[in-house]
T-cell receptor
Framework: AQKITQTQPGMFVQEKEAVTLDCTYDTSDQSYGLFWYKQPSSGEMIFLIYQGSYDEQNATEGRYSLNFQKARKSANLVISASQLGDSAMYFCAMREGGGNKLTFGTGTQLKVEL | DVKVTQSSRYLVKRTGEKVFLECVQD?????MFWYRQDPGLGLRLIYF???????EKGDIPEGYSVSREKKERFSLILESASTNQTSMYLC??????????????FGPGTRLLVL
């Protein structure tokens, strides 16, 4: 079974609108962490936001927020007020237990339009 | 500012050649990782290292080997390149997890084409 599932291969959003990128995960660990990364066309992976399994509040970083629903095992990324520069590939990833490895989803290509 | 560098952005090699991809980080991180990225498959872990001279296989180690002789440098080796190793290769590093929120820092990637 896939540990990280991103069901949206591509998404379009209009500038200044909000967009939600879906991520569901599968783990039997009680302690885990969820990450979102942005990859522009230049190729570099940019860390956006982190959510710990024990964190009671949803994580927020500027225009990025994470809609964490633990019972549903989902960790959706919400980007508010989309900008043209948000056009990129977005990856959800998980670290399980006390390990250092990340497992990545297949990514969602976001295109922001005027 | 954190920095992970990779020796080449683009590389073209012939089938059967030995290929070295180098990664250097300046953050004194213990952990280093090599991933390959293919469309529709996301990032898949090839090998990682949590200390000098230590290495562990990731999810897809076949056809690859690694070397970590110094803390800051982690090399990926394709002993005999094949066309199915044409891909984007990403290196990353992280500190030993003290807090769960420690992220991995990525290099710019190497696009390898094997002809």
């Amino acid at each position: 079974a896939q540990k990280i599932t991103q069901t949206q291969p591509g998404m379009f959003v209009q500038e200044k609108e909000a967009v939600t990128l879906d991520c569901t995960y599968d783990t039997s660990d009680q302690s885990y962490g969820l990450f979102w990364y942005k990859q522009p066309s230049s190729g570099e992976m940019i860390f956006l936001i982190y959510q710990g399994s024990y964190d009671e509040q949803n994580a927020t970083e500027g225009r990025y927020s994470l809609n964490f629903q633990k019972a549903r095992k989902s960790a959706n990324l919400v980007i508010s007020a989309s900008q043209l520069g948000d056009s990129a590939m977005y990856f959800c990833a998980m670290r399980e237990g006390g390990g250092n490895k990340l497992t990545f989803g297949t990514g969602t290509q976001l295109k922001v339009e005027l | 500012d954190v920095k992970v560098t990779q020796s080449s952005r683009y590389l073209v090699k012939r089938t059967g050649e030995k290929v070295f991809l180098e990664c250097v980080q300046d953050m004194d991180h213990e952990n280093m990782f090599w991933y390959r990225q293919d469309p529709g498959l996301g990032l898949r872990l090839i090998y990682f290292s949590y200390d000098v001279k230590m290495k562990e296989k990731g999810d897809i180690p076949e056809g690859y080997s690694v070397s970590r002789e110094k803390k800051e440098r982690f090399s990926l080796i394709l002993e005999s390149a094949s066309t199915n190793q044409t891909s984007m290769y990403l290196c990353a590093s992280s500190s030993r997890t003290s807090g769960r929120e420690e992220t991995q820092y990525f290099g710019p990637g190497t696009r390898l084409l094997v002809l």
